[in-house]
Structures are given as structure tokens and as C-alpha cells.
């Protein structure tokens, strides 16, 4: 299984535990780390489970609940909230019907607040997976989430 | 063979990839190829022209000609009316003034007079991913002359007299705290450096690495030979793929070149990197949070002292850098220390790399010297202010500080600001025109503070909570004199009691927005009304 072919890539050093936690939530259909990947990293790295969870839950990078294919990141840090990303964010929210923090009953989108992206030259911004989307517009996002939607990305 | 006649530079960085600048670049390689013209015109990747949110960016040499915002659509016509007619498409061109980012770092003297690069002087003319392009541009020369014919004490006295300072934020003197780590016995020593750039709105380090990952490794492998490190870490934010990839294959051309490794430059100096990738936490762009995760465990700072430079990685001596810090090594060893010092201020040398964002005209990252007043910043390099006048700039990110319109002669360094109780830090310059609130957008920065506290210690963690929840009254129309008053002293209390950098930087955020703009913050308590109908009431009174 995976998980398994994951951990046999690393030396059992706790300094890998990031590192491991990364690999095994992007080999994830769901993007997130269940609790049993959590158990056998422990296992594997010698460390009680409460330090691997700890280090699990301290990063916003890391989800222990399961996300929707898609996982959208929208940036509300000052130079994007300056820019207006407030609405872009109710838009968001009615394009899918979701809260912030919460997935589509299909398991296509999950939402999420990031802090900065590093992207602010083309503010507002977000994140869907790898890609960034910038200088972002109703009239935009709204193309866009029709993109993913319809699979043509 | 035949002769190339032009160039064509096209910036590939993440704010270009977003516009579509592969799709443009493919397009480009086609027609030419179509018109049999690939062997005369030469299409060069590069990083970051500095342009920002204008598309895709092209320059053209040595006619120096820059396109923005170009599409595939437009990839025909500069083809043919320019490489082929020698015509510039008009409508494409740069209308920035002259004196603006991309154009000043240009070979001619009046302009290098304007933008002084240091940092950034091969970033968007060299081919990042090409070793060899660096090596033309002296690129390891430094490092070749630091490790043959300097003593490791030579090169901190030289660090030393430049005067350098972290340009992460806090400013300590660069020399002064290898200084501390070169004599220990203790080894291994480590060099570390510090990528996880994530103050809201920064992002030179990105574009550093992007445009010029080199200099980085070279500035790295001249910090570890003066400290005796033989191993060293690039600890850069999990978000930064580009920079991940790009730094990721520099690493292992220089490897390749023997300019990594082991007895380097024929020397008895053995030096390597890695890097480690972060995972979306703030605060571990706090050294010794950076240092905790670097080891695998969650991001929460250490008490210090021990301070790293005598207990940091594993408990070994451990220097961390910024990105921007490190970049400035490789110049000084070559220059001399008297010549960056001839740059900047007496007591802040150099140069200085902004990332000046939100509302102005050209948006975008500009390396200027020390000293520099923030009106120049805005209205010289950044086109002047958009969509209305001047209200303020958050200086410094959310860590920094709001400076008004009375304070835009001050001269931008750590100690002109310091005697303004204001920051440099990261270098980020958010401009707010007279449309935006004060009240939304402190409430906007204590809700990242609240979102980005480890947890650790509980000035922090209470009280950024506090904080927010307070700023989040007023901004509801619900706030009262108290809260206002509460919030100043607990951020103060806050800035004397918190661990680290995060718990001690609301207070001057929170002590600038009142002192500037008292009469708007109490119009949402007294009044319950935001004259920019921007805060939500929740069904008070609006404008």
C-alpha cells in the first residue's frame, strides 16, 4: 500500500516527520492524513503519537479531515483584503454553497483562508491546489470554479 | 552558424505564470521557429522584471523594449513588426515613467543611479536555471576568493565593516552574530537560511530566489566557511513551488560544478545544502521556531538564550540568515566592504529590496539604497498613489507599522524609523488610498495575529484572541472608549511579556493606527458609523 512505499523512502529520523506528513496527505485522494497514517508514522519514527499529531495539527498546510478534490485557498491578508478579497470571498461562498472551512457534499471543493501567498503584486489571490489565480474578479472566479467544475483544467 | 540578433527576454515568475506566460513563450517559439528565425533570435527565461499585475512581461535587447501584458494573440504582431521591422508595438509597451522598476536596472549609468541593485542586479536579465549565465556574470567568483585567498576571521571582519544588516526585519548587524558562532568548538556548526518569507506582503525573497537562486548558494557557502559550518539549510515556505524547483536545481548544478561538495575550489572546505520545505506556520519564520520545524516537530520558538547562534539545530551553533541577507555576501566580498558602504546611510549600509503593493499605480518590488524617503518609494518607482489620495502605508507588513501622510519625508531605515518607534522589517509598503478603513483593516491584521500565534505562551495566545475580539467590536458598531483603551494596554502589555516576535507585534500596529487616525477609530465607537462604508454594522447607521 502506499503509505507503506511512503515511509520505506525515508531514514527513521523524527526530523522527517514533516516531510512524511507532506508526502502522505499529497498521495491522498481526499488530501488530508487519517489517523492511522498518523499511528504508523509514529510507529515508524519511534515517536509517541502525541508528537506526531501535535506536529500534524500545528500546520495549516497539514488537514486531518478529508477535502474535497480541490482545495481552494483564498488569501485574506491585508494587502489582499485592502484589494477586496472580502467579496470575492461571498461570492466564493455562494458559487458553492459552503462556509469556509467546510467541503461541497461532492467532494470537488473544499474552502479555506490561507495567509499570504507571497503573490500580493496581483492582488486579490488565491490558491486552487498548485495553481495561483490573481487580480481575481467576480466575473473571473466565477469562470474559473466553472472550469473546475466542468473538468476543464 | 548564424548570428543572434536580438533577444527576447520573457520574466517566468509565479505572478507571469498566472497571467499565462508559458502559453505566450510557446507561442513565441513557434512563430519564430515558423519563420525559420530561431537561430537569430534568441528567447531567454528569466525572473522577475519587477513588474507586477501587468500580465505577461518581455524585454527586448538590445533595443530595450518592454512589452507587458502580452497575450499568445499578440506574439504574431511583435514578431513581425518588431524583430522583423525593427517597429515597437506601441500599444504594448511599458508606459511606466523611465525611472520605474524594470527600466533602472538597465546598463546606462543615469539609470543605475535610480534603482541601486545589489540584490537584484542579475534578476531578470540572466537565465535563473542556467549556471553558467551566473558564472559569466562573476557569479562564485567571490566564494573563490573568499575561500583562497581569505581566513574565515578575514571574511567577518568584512561582513563586519559593511556594516550589513538581517534584512529579515529585526536588522542585527550580519557580522557581529557570525561572530558569536566562528569560535565555538562545538561542532558541527550549521547555516541556515531563513525562506519561509510570510509576513502579508513580502514576497522579495520568492522573487530572489526565483530570479537569482545562485547568489543565494554562493552567499550561503561564504557564510558557512566563515562560521566553519559544512552544512547548511534553506528553510522555504511550503507554498513557494517555483522557488522550491528553482533553488532545487541550482543546488544540484553547483553540486555538479564542484562548487558544493567537498574540498571546494581545491581548498580543504567541504560545504553542502539541502532544502527543506515548510508547511504554511508564520511564526516559524521566527529563527527558533524555523529551527524546531527544521527538526520535525511543530513551529513553536524557544526560549532564549540560548540563543542559536550557541544552541540552535540539534543543539549545535546555528546562524540563521534571511534570504536577502545572504544575497548581498557574495558583492561585498567582491566590492570591498567600503564600496557597500559608500551605499545607504552611516548606520544602514546597502541597499534595501521593497515589495510596494495595494494602492499604486505600478505595484511591485524595487531594490533601492538605504535612506530612501517612502515618498520617493510610492511616487518615483511606484507611479503615485491609485483611486485617491494618500491616507497611509502599512510598513513593514503585519508586523510593521501604519506611517501617514506627515511621514512620508522620513528616511526609510532601521534607525530614521526606529526614532519614529516605526520598523523597516520585511520591507513590504501596503499603500492605502482615502477609500480604505482603518478600523477594517486592523481588525483584518489582529485577526492573522489571532490566526498565527503558536500557542505557546499565553500573553500571545490570549491575547491575540483578546485583541481581536475587541477590534472586532468596533468594527461591528459595537465597541466602547474601553475597549479601545484595553486594547492599547494589553498590546503593550503583550510587547513586553510575549516570547517571541509574534505576541510582542501588535502593539505597534494597534499604537500607530491610533495615534494617526484617532477621530475615524472613534467615529465607529462613539457614532457607530465607518464613513467608507466598508466595516459591517450589522444594521447601524451607514454613510
Known sequence: MKRKE???????????????????QDASPYNYV????????????GLPYSKVYGTATFYSMISQKPRGKHVIRLCDSPPCHLMGSESILDILKEELGIDVGQTTPDMLFTLEITSCLGVCGVAPAMMIDEEVFGNLTPKKLRKIIKDYREGNV | MSLITKYVLISIDEDTLIAGARKVESELNRILAEQGLS???????????????????MLIQPDDVTYVNVTPEDVREIVSEHLLKGRPVKRLQFTGKVDQSVISFRETAQELKKQNRV??????????????????????????????????????????????????????????????????KNTPKYIVCNADEGEPGTFKDRLIMEGDPHKLIEGMAIAAYAIGAEKGFIYIRGEYSLSISRTQKAIEDARAYGLLGKNIFGTSF??????????????????????????????????????????????QPTVVNNVETLSNIPSIILNGPDWFKSIGTEKSTGTKVYTILGHVNNPGLIEVEMGTTLRDIIY??????KGGKFKCALVGGAAGAFLNEEMLDVRMDYDHLGEYKAVLGSGAILVMNEESCIVDMLRNILFFFKHESCGKCSPCR????????????????????????????????????????????????????VRFFQDEIEEH????VCMKDICRMNGAERR
Open chain 1, 6 to 24: 511512503i515511509l520505506r523512502k525515508y531514514e527513521a529520523k523524527p526530523d522527517n516527520l514533516l516531510y512524511i506528513l507532506h508526502d502522505i
Open chain 1, 34 to 45: 487519517t489517523e492511522e497514517d498518523m499511528e504508523e508514522i509514529a510507529d515508524f519514527l
Open chain 2, 39 to 57: 537561430g537569430e533570435i534568441m528567447v531567454v527565461e528569466t525572473g522577475t522584471m519587477g513588474i507586477m499585475g501587468k500580465g505577461v512581461v
Open chain 2, 119 to 184: 540584490v537584484l542586479a542579475n534578476s531578470g536579465l540572466i537565465d535563473p536555471e542556467s549556471i553558467d549565465e551566473y558564472i559569466a556574470v562573476n557569479g562564485y567568483e567571490a566564494l573563490g576568493k573568499a575561500l583562497t585567498a581569505h581566513k574565515p576571521e578575514e571574511i567577518i571582519d568584512m561582513v563586519k565593516t559593511s556594516g550589513l544588516r538581517g534584512r529579515g526585519g529585526a536588522g542585527f548587524p550580519t557580522g557581529l552574530k557570525w561572530s558569536f558562532t566562528a569560535p565555538l
Open chain 2, 270 to 315: 567541504s560545504f553542502d545544502l539541502e532544502i527543506k520545505k515548510g508547511a504554511g506556520a508564520y511564526v516559524c519564520g521566527e529563527e527558533t521556531a524555523l529551527i524546531n520545524s527544521l527538526e520535525g516537530g511543530r513551529g513553536n520558538p524557544r526560549v532564549k538564550p540560548p540563543f542559536p547562534g550557541v544552541k540552535g539545530l540539534w543543539q
Open chain 2, 380 to 385: 518615483k518607482y511606484a507611479g503615485g498613489v
Open chain 2, 462 to 513: 490570549i491575547g491575540t484572541a483578546q485583541l481581536y475580539s475587541l477590534a472586532d467590536k468596533i468594527y461591528s458598531g459595537k465597541g466602547s472608549d474601553e475597549d479601545l483603551e484595553q486594547m492599547l494596554t494589553l498590546s503593550e502589555a503583550m510587547s513586553t511579556t510575549a516570547l517571541c516576535a509574534l505576541g510582542q507585534s501588535p502593539y505597534l500596529v494597534i499604537h500607530t493606527a
Open chain 2, 525 to 528: 465607537i462613539r457614532r457607530k
